[in-house]
C-alpha cells in the first residue's frame, strides 16, 4: 500500500528585530498628556505662587556668570505630583523621569538628579511652610475651606530607622568607642599612604566622621532621657543609632517601630488639611493646643469648634480651649481602673467605688449604695485639682452591715472625695450630653481620619523616606500639600 508522505510546511516569516539600529524619532513633550492631566493642573496652580523665598540662595542669575538651575516652580510641582501619585523616593523620581508621562512633561524629557531633588525637599523650611500657609490661603479665597469646625487626629509614622538600631546606653557606648577608633585608623592610614585615591580617601573619612557624630548624638540623647526617667527603668531606655530624634512607638497593628506622631487638623466642608505637626511625644493628650496654634498661624482665625477623640480631653485642655474661645467636642475618658486600683489597695468592694456614690442635688450630700448621706466637710488640693470631702456619718457606718465592704482597712466613717469642677468644665459635661453635639462627634471618624487613610493606606506613605524630626516634618509638609492639592483636583476647581 502507498503511502503520502506530508511536505514540510516552511517556517513562520516574522519582523526581523534589529534593536542595533539608531533611530532619530520626534518627540511632541505637549501630547505625552491629556488636557486635564494632574501634571498640567499642578504647573498651573504653581503659577500662583511666590517663589522668591524658595530663590533667595540660588547664585545663579539672569545677566551674571554661572551655570542655570531647575526653576523652583518645576521641583516644587515634581515633589507634589510625586506625593500625589504616592512616589516619595527621590531616586525612584529621576528613573520615573524617563517614562512616565507627566514627569516627562514637567521636565520636558529632561532628567534631574537624584541629588537636586532631595536637596529641595529639606531646604527650604520657612520657604515651604509658607507655601503650605499660601495654599490655604488661596483655598480660602475661592470659599473651598470652613474654619467653624475643625476635626483633629493624630496617627504614627514609622521613621527611617529599624527597630534593631534601638541599643542601650553600654551598647551606644561601644559604638561611639568603635567610631573613634575608626576614625582615627583612616586619618592615620591617610597621612602615611600619600598615593592613596583622594576621594576614596573623602569618601571613607566623611562615612566615618558620619557614623561617629550620630553614635555621640544617639548617646547624648540617651542621657538626657535617662536624667528625666526614673532610677528603676533607666537600664531599659533605648534610642535608634542612626536617627536618635526618633521615639518608639506603638502602632495599631500591636507593633512597635522608630516613629513620630503626626499631628492632623482637617476642616468639615471640604476634607482640607489646615495645619500639620510633627511630635515626638507618643501620647497625644498635650498636642491639642499647639495644634490650634498652628491653625492660627496658618490660617490667621481659630474655630469655633474642634473635634478630637478622647486622647486629647483633659482638664487643663478644656480650660485652655474654653479660654481661646472653642468648643472642645470629645468624649470624657473615665479611667476606671485607678479607681478599681485604689478600691483594691484600701480593701474596698467594687459596689462600694466613689463612682458609685451619688449626687443628691436637693441637699447636695452624696448618697452611698446603702442609702446613708454623706455631708462636705472641706476642702482639699490633689494632682493640682480642687476637691470636696464627703463624709459619713460615725453611727451610721458603726451600724452599717457591709461596712467592711465599704470602709475597707479604713478605721473612722467613709469619706469619699469629689472633684469641684470648674465653670468650663461643666460646660464641657454639659455640651456632651447634648443630643446634636453627640450627632456631630459621629463625622469625627470620617473627616479626621480621611488623610491618614489617603497617605498610608491610598499612596502607601506608611513610612519617612528622610531622616531627623525637622526634615520628618518638611516631609509630612509636602505630603500636606499634595493631598490638598489632590482634594483641590477632585473638587473640580483646578477646570475653574
Known amino acids: 500500500m502507498e503511502t503520502t508522505r506530508e511536505v514540510p510546511k516552511a517556517s513562520v516569516k516574522t519582523i526581523d528585530l534589529d534593536r542595533a539600529q539608531v533611530r532619530l524619532a520626534a518627540l511632541d513633550v505637549e501630547a505625552l498628556i491629556e488636557a486635564n492631566h494632574p501634571a498640567r493642573l499642578i504647573w498651573k496652580l504653581s503659577e500662583e505662587f511666590d517663589l522668591s523665598q524658595f530663590e533667595a540662595r540660588q547664585k545663579s542669575r539672569e545677566g551674571e556668570a554661572g551655570r542655570p538651575c531647575w ?23 529621576e528613573r520615573m523621569m524617563e517614562y512616565e508621562p507627566g514627569l516627562r512633561w514637567l521636565s520636558a524629557d529632561q532628567v534631574i538628579n537624584h541629588h537636586t531633588l532631595s536637596d529641595f525637599r529639606v531646604g527650604h523650611q520657612t520657604a515651604l511652610e509658607n507655601l503650605f500657609a499660601e495654599l490655604l490661603g488661596m483655598l480660602d479665597a ?13 496617627t504614627k509614622v514609622r521613621a527611617v530607622a529599624g527597630k534593631y538600631s534601638l541599643h542601650r546606653r553600654k551598647k551606644l557606648e561601644e559604638r ?12 592615620a592610614a591617610a597621612a602615611e599612604n600619600e598615593e592613596m585615591d583622594k576621594k576614596r580617601q573623602a569618601a571613607q573619612s566623611r562615612v566615618a566622621h558620619e557614623a561617629l557624630s550620630r553614635a555621640q548624638s544617639a548617646l547624648k540623647k540617651l542621657k538626657k532621657k535617662q536624667a528625666q526617667t526614673r532610677a528603676s527603668e533607666r537600664d531599659q531606655v533605648r534610642v535608634s543609632e542612626s536617627e536618635p530624634d526618633a521615639v518608639k512607638m506603638k502602632h495599631p497593628d500591636g507593633s512597635w517601630a522608630p516613629s513620630y506622631n503626626v499631628q492632623v487638623s482637617t476642616e468639615a466642608k471640604s476634607r482640607m488639611i489646615v495645619a500639620i505637626g510633627l511630635t515626638t511625644d507618643p501620647n497625644d493628650q498635650h498636642q491639642l493646643m499647639p495644634a490650634l496654634e498652628r491653625v492660627k498661624k496658618d490660617c490667621g482665625v481659630l474655630p469655633r469648634q474642634i473635634i478630637a477623640d478622647n ?9 485652655e480651649t474654653t479660654k481661646a474661645g472653642v468648643e472642645l467636642i470629645a468624649p470624657w475618658k473615665v479611667d476606671t481602673s485607678r479607681e478599681a486600683g485604689a478600691c483594691k489597695v484600701n480593701g474596698i468592694a467594687s459596689e462600694f467605688a466613689p463612682s458609685q456614690f451619688r ?29 470636696k470631702i464627703y463624709q459619713a456619718k460615725a453611727a451610721d457606718c458603726a451600724g452599717c452591715e457591709r461596712r467592711a465592704e465599704c470602709c475597707g482597712s479604713r478605721s473612722g466613717p467613709r469619706r469619699v472625695h469629689r472633684v469641684m469642677e470648674s465653670e468650663a468644665m461643666q460646660q464641657y459635661l454639659d455640651r456632651m450630653q447634648r443630643p446634636e453635639v453627640a450627632q456631630l462627634y459621629k463625622r469625627r471618624c470620617e473627616i479626621a481620619e480621611f488623610p491618614h487613610l489617603w497617605t498610608k493606606g491610598v499612596k502607601k506613605l506608611s513610612r519617612f523616606k528622610v531622616r531627623g524630626l525637622m526634615k520628618a516634618a518638611m516631609e509630612a509638609t509636602w505630603i500636606a500639600i499634595a493631598y490638598n492639592v489632590t482634594q483641590w483636583m477632585r473638587l473640580g476647581l483646578a477646570a475653574a
Do not use: F
Open 311 to 319: 486622647g486629647y480631653v483633659s482638664r487643663p485642655n478644656i480650660e
Open 359 to 387: 449626687m443628691e442635688k436637693s441637699s447636695q450630700c452624696l448618697i452611698c449604695p446603702e442609702g446613708k448621706k454623706l455631708v462636705a466637710i472641706g476642702e482639699k488640693v490633689h494632682y493640682s485639682v480642687r476637691r
Open 176 to 187: 561611639v568607642k568603635q567610631a573613634r577608633q575608626l576614625v582615627k585608623k583612616l586619618d
Open 71 to 93: 526653576s523652583a516652580q518645576l521641583l516644587i510641582s515634581i515633589w507634589v505630583y510625586s506625593y500625589s501619585m504616592g512616589v516619595a523616593s527621590a531616586r525612584a523620581i
Open 142 to 154: 475661592a470659599e473651598v475651606i470652613d474654619m467653624t469646625t475643625l476635626l483633629h487626629d493624630g
